[in-house]
């Protein structure tokens, strides 16, 4: 048992390296057109996968940072010792089951590896870490993964001594190391352990070369090395097993040398008892930011102004050349440069630097035992004053951070058990450490998603596929991520499983803005990303991707128009007057819930509020997006709205959210409803009308169910009653005010209520919900009434729907007498 | 900015004629439609050049001797699925480009399928310039000049190769089309408000009042 304790140091746990990618030549383009791709992107893209690796005897790869002129920086787990400094260069001589029972970990590693198709490809004595307790940690097995088989680099990765043969000649380009070169590499290493010596410890890389080369000719390749290390007698006294052992790995004929998985089942590995071997266990008191995940470590670490490269500056790693040295000699005019190229050796640092924790273990200095491991319940009890801090502040703040971070960790692993808390605390904010995971919860994935991606047909061509292609290189492309290939091929494999998953609906551009958030943040589990599309669509973009979707999108816009009469009436009669309509502008905006029209870290923001309200609240944010620009849209003529849109300006997000929630609170359900949003039941009285109906009503229309809701609600409303007198005296709503108008009066642009109490009575509720009522034959009086209001800018005006009619099934008529 | 520059005049001189034109921008997707007008309304390129969804509107105005011709560029999507959103920005207007892509063969085909739709449904008297864009391409080239050249002798459209990335016949293209639309009338206000017709007003529209 180890103990806990907020005084307890902090080693480094992170280290660094940095490498440079592969130059393009010259400006060179593929085969559509567009430019290659940088090098260092394509290995930032490939690098993703390692994140995902997690073996107890691996380091976690924590973070790929690209920079400048193809620069990579690696941050992962490390370890100060190794193989190599725990033998002390190998003169320390080990005992067999301690060499036997690392050796096994290794290859488990290694298998482990292999079997997510990785191959290590630098292992040396150097790479082979040890943790606190004495576990083997492989480190640097990413390398050549990364750089796809080393292609992306034009350094050679490993070292040579430690090189299989066949590496060293065969073409670079053409072959692709197999899980085998690394059993030569490992066979190597231990050979030196046991005989506790280095093999070929002076010599030249050429030297070196030709040795190797020479064991081609050599009958018993161990043999022959032990006696160049001059330990041939210690060798031969070996077990036969263990020589055995050595022969499957040292062995220049790849095809009967084994694989890191057949050299796990060696028979040697059962023949000693070594894992009883004393784990070398830490007693010490540990601080508790130890037992926190690593990656979120780093993340807070990063918060607390932690600065990989500012560590890698003061450790000489970043040289920058003067740029006159960059500079290059000669430029032909088809663009090839020469004479710029970088000094090799400076290509790849295998030094690695160590982050130190200092800044992250002063910043949470002041935190209690008690903070790391909280009861989910009474976290937040306490008042954090940070809550009322902006978001963008909140976000930055270490601390605060901290506790999210804590407190999702449990949430997220509860869920879909306490869920009920997940939303809450989603609502205060969501931390960006775990978006991907909370999103996912909020739109409710959840079960085997994985093995439902992996059985859909992501490979087969399809009639949209050209489409896809040329959209997704234009997609949110300055993200580096996304515009890494291995991303546009995950996007396409997301978008393609969707519309395989989904024959009712086609491709629309579009959707891959949609699909990218998702991709995003999702970037190794692409089944996460795929269910969220799928959730995401069905929730708040039913049937919108329909082959025919005019129906569908019509009516979307047409409600937003009337959201604007609802709660905005003098933009409304602006845009209504200019011709500005919906259809011109707002079309990107819900097709793709504004992943078009934003970039990555506003969609963040956004998303994180809208995955929070149902499949109308993209209509407030919409509304939002305009009152913001309203100063400047009602002082636009018809041209200068529409550039507006063309080039929408700066939309500040985090007050859009919060005005779209305010909207949202204010609105009630039935002013929003649509006839083609995905819903379990339609009741009887919700206004579900046809598009022809709705483009001639300019205000929205309420259902009785809310009219009713509205009686017990803190929202304030009034009923406007436009029948004649006596029909109202003899049955009406109770609290609703008469004021009768004709429907003739009302054709006359100048029309206006004559001053009388019930006009007074109006007035003075300018900003309640204002429900016009009549017969329901009366249809055209009610809407040219609305017109009227929202013209004289009446905010919220909505007609009843179904009429008067409608509310005899209600009981809520009386007599007017009687109140 | 300069997409809503105010016509300017010639300095010193009278007030000139101010023309305005709608112009659309039609063609298969990824062809370069969007490059072409940011081209020629911001003298700029975008490799990853966003996708159109829907249509963007942009205008942009260019000095014939004393006139001053101010387009309102319309620049619909390319997918054939938002086809049916076409009509309403091509309606009404006085020109139109139909840009296919020179190493694509497929979107010449489907600039055809357009020009054929124009000549149908657009304004009668529309002026249609055929653009075959990326120019800068030309190893990759699949449609041949003398096709296409050919091709719009035949059919009466203005023919241009162009490339928005080297700028090569961008604004040259605009250029042509604002000397063959017709200016008659006089006037010295730039229009306002000018509605984007969804109906059968307007669609038949005589050319000769484009001039305000
Ligand atoms: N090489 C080259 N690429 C172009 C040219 N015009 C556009 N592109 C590229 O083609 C892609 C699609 O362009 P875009 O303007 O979005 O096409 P649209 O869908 O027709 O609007 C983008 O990646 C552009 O960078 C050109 O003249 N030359
Ligand atoms: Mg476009």
């Given at each position: ?219 018993d390749v161990v043999m022959r090395l032990a006696r160049e290390m001059g330990r041939l007698t210690m060798y031969q006294s070996l077990p036969d097993e263990l020589k055995d052992f050595l022969g499957k790995c040292i062995c220049m004929d790849v095809k009967k040398r084994l694989c890191p998985k057949e050299l796990f089942h060696h028979k040697i590995f059962s023949a000693y008892e070594y ?77 690695i630097v160590e982050l130190p924790l200092d800044l992250l273990v002063n910043r949470l200095q002041h935190l209690k035992i008690t903070d790391y491991d909280p009861l989910i319940d009474q976290v937040n009890k306490q008042n954090d004053t940070t809550e009322k801090l902006p978001l963008v502040i909140r976000e930055k703040d270490t601390e605060y951070q901290f506790r999210r971070i804590i ?413 | ?42 003298g700029q390129f975008h490799e990853y050049q966003e996708s159109t969804i829907g249509a963007a509107f942009l205008t942009q105005t260019i000095h014939l001797n004393d006139v001053a011709v101010k387009f309102e560029i319309w620049d619909t999507a390319g997918q054939e699925r938002y086809h049916s959103l076409a009509p309403m920005y091509y309606r009404g207007a006085q020109a139109a480009i ?115």
């Amino acid at each position: 048992m180890t103990c806990n304790c907020v005084d307890a140091p902090v080693p480094p746990l992170f280290g660094v390296q940095t490498l440079f990618a592969a130059q393009h030549t010259s400006e060179s383009c593929g085969a559509n057109g567009l430019p290659l791709t940088p090098n260092s992107i394509t290995i930032l893209g490939r690098a993703q996968k390692l994140r995902t690796l997690n073996h107890p005897n691996l380091v976690l790869h924590l973070d790929f940072i690209r920079k400048q002129h193809g620069r990579i920086i690696l941050v992962s787990q490390y370890f100060k010792r190794s193989l190599w400094t725990e033998t002390n260069n190998y003169l320390l001589l080990l005992p067999l089951e301690k060499v036997l029972s690392w050796t096994h970990r290794v290859l488990d590693a290694l298998t482990y590896l292999n079997s997510n198709g990785v191959v290590h490809r630098f292992l040396t004595p150097q790479y082979i870490l040890f943790d606190d307790e004495d576990n083997v940690k492989l480190f640097n097995y990413g390398l050549y993964y990364m750089t796809n088989s080393g292609k992306n680099i034009t350094f050679p990765i490993g070292k040579l001594k430690y090189t299989a043969p066949e590496v060293l000649v065969l073409d670079r380009d053409s072959y692709k190391s197999g899980p085998k070169t690394d059993s030569w590499s490992l066979g190597i290493i231990v050979l030196e352990l046991l005989l506790g010596a280095q093999l070929w410890p002076t010599l030249k890389l050429s030297q070196i070369i030709r040795k190797i080369l020479s064991l081609t000719h050599c009958t018993d390749v161990v043999m022959r090395l032990a006696r160049e290390m001059g330990r041939l007698t210690m060798y031969q006294s070996l077990p036969d097993e263990l020589k055995d052992f050595l022969g499957k790995c040292i062995c220049m004929d790849v095809k009967k040398r084994l694989c890191p998985k057949e050299l796990f089942h060696h028979k040697i590995f059962s023949a000693y008892e070594y894992s009883k071997i004393l784990m070398n266990k830490c007693y010490s008191c540990k601080h508790p930011l130890r037992q926190m995940k690593l990656d979120q470590v780093y993340y807070l670490w990063k918060l607390a102004g932690g600065d990989v490269e500012w560590a890698l500056k003061k450790k000489g790693l970043l040289r920058n050349e003067s740029p006159i040295l960059l500079l290059p000699r000669l430029i032909i005019l088809e663009g090839t440069l020469y004479g710029n190229t970088r000094n090799q050796s400076s290509l790849l640092d295998l030094q690695i630097v160590e982050l130190p924790l200092d800044l992250l273990v002063n910043r949470l200095q002041h935190l209690k035992i008690t903070d790391y491991d909280p009861l989910i319940d009474q976290v937040n009890k306490q008042n954090d004053t940070t809550e009322k801090l902006p978001l963008v502040i909140r976000e930055k703040d270490t601390e605060y951070q901290f506790r999210r971070i804590i407190l999702f960790d449990r949430l997220l692993a509860a869920f879909p058990f306490k869920l009920d808390k997940l939303l809450i605390e989603a609502k205060k904010d969501i931390p960006p450490f775990f978006r991907g995971e909370v999103w996912a919860c909020l739109l409710n994935v959840c079960g085997d998603t994985e093995s439902i991606y992996m059985s859909i047909d992501k490979e087969t061509a399809g009639v949209t596929d050209r489409q896809i292609e040329v959209d997704i290189p234009r997609c949110h492309q300055y993200n580096d991520l996304l515009s890494s290939s291995v991303a546009h091929k995950k996007l396409k494999r997301v978008l393609k499983a969707w519309l395989v998953s989904h024959p009712k609906y086609v491709y629309w551009q579009g959707l891959d803005s949609l699909c990218a958030p998702f991709v995003y943040l999702n970037f190794c589990k692409e089944h996460v990303s795929y269910a969220c599309l799928t959730a995401f669509v069905k929730k708040y973009l039913n049937d919108v991707f329909l082959k025919d979707n005019a129906a569908v999108i019509r009516e979307y816009l047409i409600k937003l128009s009337h959201l604007i009469a609802f709660h905005d009436p003098q933009l409304a009669n602006h845009l209504d007057e200019k011709g500005f309509i919906p259809d011109l502008f707002a079309i990107p905006w819900f097709l793709t819930m504004f992943s078009h029209v934003f970039p990555l870290h506003k969609i963040f923001h956004l998303w994180d509020k809208l995955l929070l309200g149902d499949s109308s609240y993209p209509l407030f944010v919409g509304l939002s997006i305009l009152t913001q620009l309203r100063s400047t849209l009602l002082n636009s003529g018809f041209n200068e709205c529409i550039l507006l849109f063309s080039d929408l300006p700066e939309v500040d997000i985090e007050k859009c959210v919060l005005e779209s929630s305010k909207f949202n609170d204010a609105t009630p359900r039935s002013i929003t409803f649509r006839k083609y949003e995905l819903r379990t039941e339609t009741r009887e009285y919700d206004p579900c009308l046809m598009y022809e109906v709705l483009q001639n009503e300019f205000s929205p229309r309420i259902s009785i169910y809310d009219l009713v809701e509205l009686k017990s609600s803190s929202l304030k409303f009034l009923v406007l009653d436009t029948r004649p007198q006596e029909f109202y005296i003899e049955k009406s709503i109770p609290g609703s005010l008469n004021i009768h108008v004709r429907e003739e009066d009302l054709v006359d642009e100048n029309f206006d209520l004559a001053p009388c109490p019930e006009l007074s009575a109006l007035v003075n509720n300018r900003g309640s919900i204002l429900i016009v009522v009549d017969n329901v034959f009366e249809l055209n009086k009610v809407r040219s009434f609305c017109r009227f209001l929202v013209k004289k800018e009446y905010p919220k005006v909505c007609s009843l729907h179904g009429g008067i009619e409608a509310l005899e099934n209600f009981n809520i008529l009386v007599p007017a007498i009687m109140y | 900015m300069a997409n809503r520059a105010v016509p300017q005049r010639p300095n010193g001189q009278t007030p000139g004629k101010i023309c305005q034109f709608k112009l659309v921008l039609l063609g298969e997707s990824s062809v370069g439609k969007s490059s072409l007008v940011l081209r020629f309304v911001k003298g700029q390129f975008h490799e990853y050049q966003e996708s159109t969804i829907g249509a963007a509107f942009l205008t942009q105005t260019i000095h014939l001797n004393d006139v001053a011709v101010k387009f309102e560029i319309w620049d619909t999507a390319g997918q054939e699925r938002y086809h049916s959103l076409a009509p309403m920005y091509y309606r009404g207007a006085q020109a139109a480009i139909v840009v296919y892509d020179i190493t694509n063969q497929d979107t010449f085909e489907r600039a055809k399928n357009w020009v054929k739709e124009l000549q149908r449904q657009a304004t009668p008297g529309i002026v249609i310039a055929l653009a075959g864009n990326k120019l800068d391409l030309n190893t990759m080239r699949s449609v041949q000049t003398d096709e296409s050249q050919t091709y719009a002798y035949e059919n009466g459209l203005m023919f241009m190769e162009t490339s928005a990335k080297t700028s090569a016949n961008v604004t040259e293209i605009f250029k042509a089309i604002a000397e063959k639309l017709p200016k008659n009338e006089n006037t010295n206000t730039a229009g306002q408000g000018r509605r984007l017709v969804d109906s059968a007003e307007g669609s038949n529209k005589s050319l000769s009042s484009c001039c305000k």
